[in-house]
């Protein structure tokens, strides 16, 4: 008997799955494991873009873009920027990720082997204008963000950067790796264990990342940081990084925190100071971009530094900044008003009258300057109160032109390349020495020549003071040698005989 035809309706043993169960299954299975596969792939994704966001959170504290973008516009990280150092020009090198004229081709090795010790993959030394004498102290860690940023999150330039050309014997960059070994500690930052975790923070961040040593600690005659007065001041060019130890005249320990906080995050504090220079383009570039925590912990731990006293009796004399006599100078230039005709020329001939003419309209008669501060007092102010004349010559010269915000803040410049009517040596001294006077540390004295020092880039160290004479006294140091031998073998000729 031939079996009964199936029906079409699949009748199932009632303790199995139906098949609409199986599909639901099945389906299901495929659904976990696709969300699972997308996970899968989304964590790398997502660890990538933290690692990234890292990198370029550590690159503004470190202040990259302001010396390797050129000013005006630059291409970010492509390099260029001019570094007038006490040796010569130094341009800041291209470190996009750029193959042919970046740092595209560097493993992370190499990067951080250029940042810690200041040797490029082709093997040459960096100058120290690069702080890799800071650098150092950057953690395993945060080394790796930086070359993950720097190679995925920068956006490479094939234009190479000018060629730096010092006058020898500094062309010789193989003499670095002397200067080195007498300067270099290579080391990763550790942590005090006496301090709290904020002074920790803020000073990995003041002395490694922000490098603030770099310019506020003076130099040897070899052009290495002076450990024994760390952040005690120093000239930078024509600019005076003041000092920025806790001592309460001569550093910072007047300050509250809030005010060095707000001078970080402005470049301006009020009846204090206003940031120009360097300092102008790591407010603009790096602090104002930090986070509130990080520049409190900075604020913190340079209240916590060992105190650096004043260089000089001058400095000595009272907090920088405080108010000298300052209702002298508004009766002055009130009574200069009217004194010379319209059509007088030549008629600016004292400080007085440059000062009545060029800046009287901003920082007012009195020197009180503006309600809101935006053009600063000239008293309690610490380029017109400092034990040195360095940053009013140098503020008259090149102005102040710093971006805050959505805040242009501008001085115009009165040197060469103003876009006014330029000054000259002697009217930036006779006005330098009219408010030194009138508003700021009367004994200080600025000459023509001291204006002129800072046209020509800041006072001369004595290496660089030595430059024309190390060649020659290197020849005749050989000399002298090849003397000394010879008359040691003929000595050693005769007694063998």
């Known amino acids: 008997m031939m079996p009964a035809a199936r029906s079409a309706h699949v009748v199932s043993d009632p ?4 098949p609409r169960a199986w599909l639901r299954l099945g389906l299901g299975a495929a659904l976990w494991l696709g969300l699972a596969a997308g996970a899968a792939a989304q964590a790398p994704a997502e660890a990538d873009a933290r690692l990234l966001e890292r990198g370029r959170s550590l690159a503004i504290a470190a202040d990259c873009l302001a010396c390797h973008t050129q000013a005006g516009g630059g291409k970010p990280y492509a390099g260029g920027y001019p570094i007038n150092s006490p040796l010569g020009v130094i341009y800041a090198s291209n470190i996009t990720p750029s193959r042919t004229a970046g740092i595209g081709d560097y493993s992370e090795a190499d990067f951080a082997r250029a940042l810690r010790e200041g040797v490029r993959k082709d093997g040459a030394r960096l100058y120290p204008a690069m702080p890799y004498t800071s650098y150092t102290l950057i953690t395993d860690e945060d080394m790796k963000a930086l070359y993950a940023y720097f190679m995925k999150g920068v956006a490479p330039v094939d234009e190479p950067a000018p060629v730096t050309r010092l006058p020898f014997p500094f062309s010789v960059r193989a003499s670095m790796l002397g200067w080195n070994l007498l300067f270099l500690d290579n080391r990763r930052y550790t942590p005090d264990p006496s301090k709290s975790e904020q002074i920790n923070r803020g000073a990995y961040l003041a002395n490694a990342l922000a490098h603030c040593g770099s310019c506020h600690t003076p130099r040897n005659a070899l052009m290495a940081e002076d450990a024994g007065r760390a952040l005690g001041g120093g000239p930078v060019g024509p600019w005076y990084a003041p000092n920025i130890s806790s001592d309460p005249v001569a550093g ?25 220079g360097m300092m102008a383009e790591a407010v603009e570039n790096s602090f104002q971009h930090m986070p509130e925590t990080d520049l409190r912990a900075i604020a913190a731990y340079l209240k916590s530094t060992a105190p650096v006293g004043p260089e000089s009796a001058a400095d000595s004399k009272r907090p920088a900044g405080t108010a000298y006599d300052q209702g002298r100078a508004a009766s002055d230039e009130a009574r200069r008003r009217g004194l010379d005709s319209q059509t007088a020329t030549a008629s600016l001939k004292s400080g007085a009258a440059l000062f009545s003419g060029y800046c009287a309209s901003c920082h007012q008669s009195s020197g009180a300057g503006s309600a809101n501060q935006a053009y600063p007092s000239l008293f309690h102010n610490t380029a017109t109160g400092a034990g040195t004349a360095a940053n ?24 060469q390349k103003s876009y006014v009517n330029p000054l000259t040596n002697q009217q930036v001294a006779d006005i330098s020495n009219y408010v030194l006077a ?15 020092q800072s046209r020509d880039g800041g006072p001369v160290p004595l290496l660089a003071k030595a430059q024309p004479y190390l060649v020659p006294g290197g020849v005749a140091v050989l000399v002298v040698l090849l003397l000394l031998l010879l008359a040691w073998r003929r000595v050693c000729r005769r007694r063998s005989r």
């Open 15 to 18: 303790g199995s799955p139906r």
């Open 252 to 276: 910072i320990g007047g300050w509250s925190e809030d005010e060095l906080v707000q001078y970080l995050r402005t470049g301006r504090v009020a009846g204090k100071a206003q940031a120009g």
């Open 392 to 415: 009013l010559v140098a503020t008259i010269l090149y102005g102040i032109d710093r971006n805050v915000g959505d805040q242009h803040v501008l001085m115009p410049r009165f040197d």
């Open 438 to 452: 009138s508003y700021g540390n009367p004994d200080l004295r600025v000459t023509p020549a001291d204006v002129q």
